[in-house]
């Protein structure tokens, strides 16, 4: 084997390459930790490692679980908490994109429903258009369920949205590459893409709220209280006692998604 | 000359090939970590498969709406008028809208406060989706022009003067009765209601019928005609054979009994 012999600089070709790769891998590992501040994840998120940098210091995700609770009963259709969301979360104003809206059932005589939700409500409704008789008639308020077992999550290749200790299920904008996946995956439409970022958003149950201690928007300015907001697991919660109280469905059960929106008084109908 | 492969001879003594791609494996897998430590964002699976820092930078969004506490410690009067009103559920920011900015600068930013109709005929306007009871008016109807708060303090809305009629507040079953065989009977034809109802509905609630012989005084086979309505045939059925397990507002609605 002639190339086994020693050259006569006394080094061989392949011992060189050997010996580059010896010397250069650990150098390009501690430049990698040394630059490591600098990645861009760090760029977006001043907090990343600051405990108190929040403004929350003592807020502790584990000791919480949220979920809301919707009395269709109570709804009046006024719009109030669409067009709270929108000014709270900087949601575009555009009539496609909400982060919660409220739909208009209408049961006609033949059993059918027609749903309409003209700008989410925010404007009122125009008088429902009746043509044969009108078995009854009633609004329910959506948003994102915040579901226990979330599809959105599960399908998301990144990574970028999420369920918190906390139970809110949160999107990852800087993260987000704008696939559009959580939105086909979502079973009740509550996700769009945002038309200037191009990444997924939702409802976020007023994060930025709630771990103030604050309810989110919607809550605050629903005028019937047909919105409550509270802990799932916590005995004296407004949430618990709202179902305590009330008859309680979830929207599309066989899914299994586990939706932590509550729903009383919620009509056969409604999809 | 091949030679057995022996490992335990060190690198040198591995046969060629096993060597070339042990770099090769070693580069490969350097490669990995090294992009890996740069892609992956530092506090990815902290928490779980997704940016912990996220969450942080979620949480410090700014708040738009104060809530009603942050109203209440500046506007004492206001918020103890609307807590014995009927819009005492309804927050501040519900009309004058999203005022965080209002509560860390008080004279730079005012709420608004909506003064025509439009406003209020958001909730207020008849809609047969709204439930039962909750107060609605025809805005085509209902004192035209006039700005709501002329007769309505938006904080204490009651108006001065009870409503004279019943369709005022149950405008829903006034119009539904108006078109249907009882349109000619008066609401307290079969409702008798306490003068203070129209004050405080809630405690002091109307009568209604309770049994079927009510209903039969008109439409019983051997009722006589209603005397203060000569002219009309109501129609007639055997109380002891029509339905006699249920009362009869359990099949016909009274308010449109012959709805279909």
Redesign the interface.
């Known amino acids: 084997m002639a190339d086994e012999r020693p050259t006569p600089g006394g080094i061989d070709r392949r011992a060189f390459v050997g010996a580059c790769v010896a010397v250069a891998a650990p150098l390009v590992l501690s430049a990698a930790q040394q630059a490591a501040p600098a990645a861009p994840d760090t760029a977006h998120a001043a907090p990343d490692s600051a405990q108190g940098a929040t403004g929350t210091p003592r807020y502790d995700p584990r000791t919480h679980y949220y979920g809301m609770g919707v009395d269709v009963s109570k709804c009046i259709g006024c719009g109030q908490c669409a067009a709270a969301c929108k000014a709270e979360n900087n949601v575009p104003l555009d009539p496609h994109h909400f982060r919660t809206w409220v739909e208009r059932y209408v049961i006609h005589e033949n059993a059918e429903a027609t749903v309409d939700s003209p700008n989410g409500g925010i404007d009122g409704f125009p008088a429902p258009v009746a043509e044969g008789g009108v078995v009854r008639s009633f609004f329910v308020p959506k948003l994102c369920n915040h579901c226990a077992n979330p599809p959105c999550v599960q399908v998301c290749p990144v990574g970028a949205t999420f369920s918190t200790e906390d139970g809110v299920v949160l999107v990852d904008e800087s993260y987000c590459i704008g696939c559009r996946y959580c939105i086909q995956a979502c079973p009740y439409g509550a996700r769009f893409l945002h038309p200037v970022s191009h990444t997924a958003q939702k409802c976020t149950f007023c994060y930025h709220r709630v771990v103030q201690g604050m309810v989110p928007a919607c809550v605050e300015v629903c005028p019937t209280g047909a919105r409550v907001f509270g802990e799932v697991h916590r005995p004296s919660s407004p949430l618990t006692r709202f179902r305590r109280f009330n008859a309680i469905q979830v929207l599309k059960p066989h899914l299994n998604t586990e939706p932590k929106v509550f729903y009383a008084n919620l009509d056969g109908q409604v999809r | 000359?091949a030679r057995p492969f022996a490992p335990w001879r060190g690198?040198a003594a591995m046969p060629q090939q096993v060597?070339r791609l042990a770099?090769v494996i070693?580069?490969l897998v350097?490669a990995y970590?090294?992009a890996r430590?740069?892609l992956v964002?530092?506090?990815?699976g902290e928490?779980?498969?997704?940016?912990a820092?996220?969450?942080?930078?979620?949480?410090?969004?700014?708040?738009?709406?104060a809530?009603?506490e942050a109203c209440a410690m500046c506007h004492p009067a206001e918020v103890a008028k609307k807590a014995g009103s009927f819009?005492r559920?309804?927050?501040c920011?519900?009309c004058h809208?999203?005022e965080a900015a209002h509560t860390t600068d008080p004279i730079g930013h005012k709420p608004t406060a909506p003064r025509d109709r439009a406003f209020c005929?958001?909730?207020h306007?008849y809609?047969?989706?709204?439930?039962t009871g909750?107060p609605q008016i025809d805005p085509v109807l209902h004192n035209p022009v006039r700005n709501c708060f002329t007769c309505h303090n938006p904080h204490d809305p009651t108006p001065p003067r009870p409503p004279e009629t019943c369709a005022a507040c149950h405008g829903e079953i006034a119009r539904t009765k108006a078109v249907s065989p009882h349109a000619q009977l008066a609401c307290t034809e079969c409702h008798t209601a306490d003068p203070r109802h129209a004050q405080a509905p809630r405690q002091f609630l109307p009568s209604k019928p309770a049994s079927r012989e009510f209903c039969g005084r008109c439409h019983a086979s051997d009722a006589p005609p209603p005397a203060h309505l000569p002219d009309a045939r109501p129609p007639k059925v055997d109380l002891a054979t029509h339905g006699p397990r249920y009362v009869c507002w359990q099949c016909h609605y009274p308010h449109y009994p012959e709805?279909?």
């Open positions: 000359m690198f060597r770099v070693v580069l350097a970590f090294t430590h740069f964002p530092r506090t990815f928490k779980g498969h997704y940016r820092a996220a969450v942080d930078s979620i949480a410090v969004l700014p708040i738009h709406y809530g009603r819009h559920g309804v927050s920011e519900a809208g999203p005929v958001r909730c306007a809609d047969p989706a709204r439930p909750f709805a279909r």
